[in-house]
C-alpha cells in the first residue's frame, strides 16, 4: 500500500539549502550590478530590488507548492503541457529582446520566459508518463516514440527563440528520465548518437555559435569577439586567489565582464570570495543534488520517484552548464546559475520545482528505492519502484 499520510515533515536540509542559495543571490546580484544599476538606472539598489521582489514571489510559490499534494499534479500533467506550448508559440511572434524571442512582456516591469515554465510542465507530464507506461517502456512505438515526439516538439520550439542551451537542457532531462524509467538501453545508446549528431550540426548550422565554439577552443585568438567573455572570467576567476579581493571588492564589475550579475556572477563570487567562496557554492550545489535524489530514491510511487528525479536533474544540468561556462570548460551560452544569478521566471519557476520536491518529501518512506536494485540488470534496476508504484509486494 502507498504511504498515504504526511508522516514527515519537509526536508529541511534541501529547504535550508534553497533559502541559503537565495539569500547569498541576492547579496551578489547587489554586488555585482550596483555600479550598472547606478550608471544606466540611476538606481545602485534597481536589479537589487527587482531580485528582492522575485525571491519573494518565489518563495510564496515554493511555500503554496509545497502544500500542495503532488499526486495531484498526474491530473494537471496534460492542460500544464499544453499552456507551456502555447506560450512557447506566442513567444516566437513577441518583439525580440536581446536579438531573440524569449520574452513575453505586459509593460516595462512585468514578463516571464515561456521557456522556464515549459521545464516544469515537461517534467511533470514526462513524470506521468513514463510511470504510466512501465509495462510498454521498452517498447518503440508505443512506449518510446509519443514521448519522444512531445519532446521534440518543446525542443524545437525553445530551439526556434533560438536557445539551444535550454533546448538541450530539456533534451538531457528526458533521457535521465528515461534511463530512470527503466528504457531500453537500445533507445537509450541511440538517442545519445542522435542527440550528439543534432547538437554538432547545429553548431555548424549558425554562424555566431560556430565563432563562440572557435572561441573556446582558442578565446584569446578572438579575444575581442567570441572569446571576450572566457577571457574576462578566467581574469576575474583568476584574481580572486584563494580568499577573494574582497565582497564588493570586484573590478571586472566596473564594465569589464559582461553579464556579470546573470550568466557570469559566479565569476564575480571567485573574484571576491576567492576560491573558498566559489567551492562553498559549489558545495550547496552538490547538497542541493544529493538531498534531490534522496527524496527521489524514497518517494513512494514512480510518479514522484520521476518527478523528482526530474527536477533535481533539471537544477543539476543547469548547474553545470552554467559552471561550466564562467571555467571555460563549455562554449559559451545563456544559461543563469539557479537561486543566485538575477532573473526572475528563473528564480521563481525553480522555487516552484524546489517546492514540489519538499512536499515528495513528506510522503517519503523509510526504504530506499535503491537498496534492493543494486545488482539487478539495468531493464530491472527500478522495478523496485514500479512495484511501489501499482501497489505491489513481492511474495
Known amino acids: ?22 539569500g547569498f543571490g541576492l547579496i551578489m546580484v547587489y554586488s555585482a550590478s550596483s555600479i550598472t544599476s547606478m550608471s544606466f538606472m540611476d538606481d545602485s539598489l534597481y536589479y537589487f530590488k527587482r531580485q528582492l521582489l522575485f525571491v519573494g514571489i518565489g518563495l510564496i510559490a ?32 513577441a518583439p525580440k529582446v536581446g536579438g531573440s524571442h524569449r520574452w513575453l512582456r505586459a509593460g516595462p ?21 513514463i510511470s504510466t507506461r512501465q509495462d510498454r517502456i521498452q517498447e518503440l512505438f508505443r512506449g518510446l516514440l509519443p514521448d519522444l515526439i512531445i519532446m521534440t516538439i518543446i525542443f524545437c520550439l525553445i530551439l526556434k527563440e533560438p536557445n539551444l542551451s535550454t533546448a538541450a537542457i530539456i533534451a538531457s532531462t528526458y533521457f535521465l528520465l528515461l534511463f530512470l524509467g527503466n528504457g531500453a538501453m537500445t533507445h537509450l545508446l541511440g538517442m545519445t548518437a ?17 565563432k563562440r565554439f572557435l572561441a573556446f577552443l582558442d578565446p584569446w585568438g578572438a ?16 584574481s580572486g586567489g584563494i580568499w577573494g579581493l574582497g565582497l564588493s571588492q570586484s573590478r ?39 538531498r534531490g535524489f534522496y527524496i527521489a ?55 516552484i520545482g524546489i517546492g514540489i520536491l519538499l512536499n515528495v518529501s513528506r ?26 508504484a501499482s501497489g505491489k509486494r513481492k511474495k
Open 109 to 129: 516591469l512585468i514578463g516571464f520566459q515561456p521557456s522556464e515554465f515549459a521545464k516544469i510542465a515537461f517534467i511533470i507530464f514526462m513524470a506521468r508518463s
Open 363 to 388: 510522503y517519503g518512506t523509510n526504504q530506499s528505492a535503491w537498496q534492493d536494485n543494486r545488482k539487478r540488470p539495468f531493464s530491472s534496476r527500478f522495478s523496485g519502484v514500479s512495484e511501489r
Open 194 to 210: 542522435c542527440g550528439v549528431t543534432t547538437v554538432v550540426a547545429l553548431v555548424f548550422q549558425e554562424g555566431y555559435r560556430m
Open 1 to 22: 500500500m502507498l504511504n498515504t499520510n504526511k508522516e514527515r515533515h519537509f526536508d529541511n536540509t534541501l529547504l535550508f539549502v534553497v533559502l541559503a542559495m537565495m
Open 297 to 351: 530514491a524514497r518517494a513512494p510511487d514512480m510518479f514522484g520517484f520521476l518527478l523528482a528525479s526530474g527536477i533535481t536533474c533539471l537544477i543539476g544540468c543547469q548547474t553545470m552548464i552554467n559552471l561550466g561556462v564562467v571555467l571555460s570548460v563549455l562554449p559559451t551560452t545563456g544559461v543563469t546559475l539557479p537561486f543566485i544569478s538575477y532573473g526572475g521566471s528563473s528564480v521563481v519557476f525553480l522555487a
Open 252 to 290: 571586472q564589475k566596473f564594465f569589464i565582464l559582461p553579464e556579470r550579475h546573470t550568466d557570469f556572477i559566479f565569476a564575480i563570487i571567485c573574484e571576491e570570495l576567492g576560491f573558498v567562496g566559489g567551492a562553498i557554492v559549489i558545495g550547496l550545489f552538490l547538497i542541493l543534488i544529493w
Open 62 to 93: 515554493l511555500f503554496i507548492t509545497s502544500n500542495f499534494d503532488y499526486r495531484k499534479l498526474e491530473g494537471l500533467s496534460v492542460p500544464l503541457l499544453l499552456v507551456s506550448i502555447f506560450f512557447l508559440i506566442v513567444v516566437l511572434f
Open 223 to 238: 579575444s575581442k569577439t567570441a572569446g571576450y567573455h572566457i577571457i574576462q572570467s578566467l581574469v576575474a576567476i583568476g
